[in-house]
Structure formats: structure tokens, C-alpha cells
């Protein structure tokens, strides 16, 4: 079946800019999960959507960052005013049952963004 | 173990052989752990995972062993191929971090043929 799919796979954006990241989660998936990752480094938590819970926001770095999931499926990761240090890998995933059932999260391929 | 930074540990083995990669993890209240390999290019590929209550899991080709006496994980990859040549990272959930997975580093596995 298809997995997580992530557009654009590149964007190139100049400083200031605002850009949006959109995740499609596996069809069922109840929880989906932003990442981000810089050049040589780790994955790095950004925000959790479970369900209809409300969203776990602790690791969104400025409140430039916002992100949004309609319709239980589709999630855009918004980042307002970019800066270059938000260059980096955003990943997006999913899993079945979210972070309590210890479940399996299954990654997209990434948007690599470079801001000038 | 697994560091920070650029600096990502380098793991060089010959075709054949078999590899196995560490890491260190933080809490001693985690109680779920994963392997995940990212190719370049891609997002992490899962690997393995185990809970705390086992200290070894086995799939094809990869062992996953879990040592909660000195918090550590390892994967053992048997019969390394040139496929297997990626980022590997490994993963702990607790209930102290709001049940998110934290990341490593992570380590690079080169394979030479």
C-alpha cells in the first residue's frame, strides 16, 4: 500500500518568506508526527496530532512554526518569516495508534528546505 | 556509542562481516526502543524495535539487544551488505518525555566490498 508521501520534496524559499509543508499519512493512521533535521544531526520532535486531541506543540522551536491537520488525514506544517536556520530535512510520519501504544512510526521521504 | 554534532560516529566493515552498532540511551524509564536506517536522500527506513520487558529481539538478519543494567542498545546486522550502507538510529520512548520518541545522533555504517 502506499506509505507517507510529502510535498514539495524540495523548496528553495529566500529569507523571510513564508512556506508550507504538506504530510499524507498511511490511510488509517491516527497519529502523525512532524520532525525536523538538520545536516548531520538527529531528528529533532516538532509537534504530534492524535486523533481529535488537541496537538502536542512542545517542540516547535518559535511561534513562527504552526501546523494543522484537517479532516483527521492531511497535515501542513507551516513556518512564517523563514530564517536560514530553518533550513533543514522536515519529515513527517505516522502510526496506527500514536505514541501510547508504542506503535511503529512509519516516515515520509522529507521536504528539504534551504532558505536563502 | 552515539554523539552529537557533524561529527557522527563512522562504522566500516568489510562485505560479509557482521556490524554492530551502539547507543547509549538517556533514561532509564524508557520503556520502548527502535532502529531506524535512513539512506541519503530518504526518510528513516524502521528497522527493529523492542520493549523493556525483553533484552533481545531477533528479525532478518538484525538482532536488537537491550541492556537496561547500563542503558544500552545494540544492533547486529549479520552478513553486512553494500544495501545495508545508511545512517542507523536508535530511538527511546518514556512516559518522562510525554511518550515522544527521542532521537540519537546517530551512527555511519560504511560497507566495502
Known amino acids: 500500500g502506499a506509505g507517507v508521501s510529502q510535498s514539495p520534496s524540495n523548496k528553495v524559499t529566500e529569507k523571510g518568506k513564508d512556506v508550507e509543508l504538506r504530510c499524507d499519512p498511511i490511510?488509517?493512521?491516527?497519529?502523525l508526527y512532524w520532525y525536523r533535521q538538520s545536516l548531520g544531526q538527529g531528528l529533532e520532535f516538532l509537534i504530534y496530532f492524535q486523533g481529535n486531541s488537541a496537538p502536542d506543540k512542545s517542540g516547535l522551536p518559535s511561534d513562527r512554526f504552526s501546523a494543522e491537520r484537517t479532516g483527521g488525514s492531511v497535515s501542513t506544517l507551516t513556518i512564517q518569516r523563514t530564517q536560514q536556520e530553518d533550513s533543514a530535512v522536515y519529515l513527517c510520519a505516522s502510526s496506527s495508534r500514536g505514541l501510547a501504544g508504542g506503535e511503529t512510526q512509519y516516515f515520509g521521504p522529507g521536504t528539504r528546505l534551504l532558505v536563502l | 556509542g552515539e554523539s552529537v554534532g557533524l561529527h557522527l560516529p563512522t562504522l566500516s566493515v568489510q562485505e560479509g562481516d557482521n556490524s554492530i552498532i551502539n547507543c547509549a540511551y538517556s533514561n532509564s524509564a524508557s520503556d520502548y526502543f527502535i532502529w531506524y536506517k535512513q539512506e541519503s536522500g530518504k526518510g528513516p527506513q524502521f528497522i527493529i524495535d523492542?520493549?523493556?520487558?525483553?533484552d533481545k529481539r531477533q528479525g532478518q538478519r538484525v538482532t536488537v539487544l537491550l541492556n537496561k543494567t547500563v542503558k544500552h542498545l545494540s544492533l547486529q546486522i549479520a552478513a553486512t551488505q553494500p544495501g545495508d550502507s545508511a545512517v542507523y538510529f536508535c530511538a527511546e520512548k518514556s512516559w518522562e518525555y510525554g511518550n515522544k520518541l527521542v532521537f540519537g545522533a546517530g551512527t555511519i555504517l560504511r560497507v566495502k566490498s
Open positions: 523492542i520493549r523493556s520487558n525483553m
Open positions: 490511510s488509517g493512521h491516527t497519529a
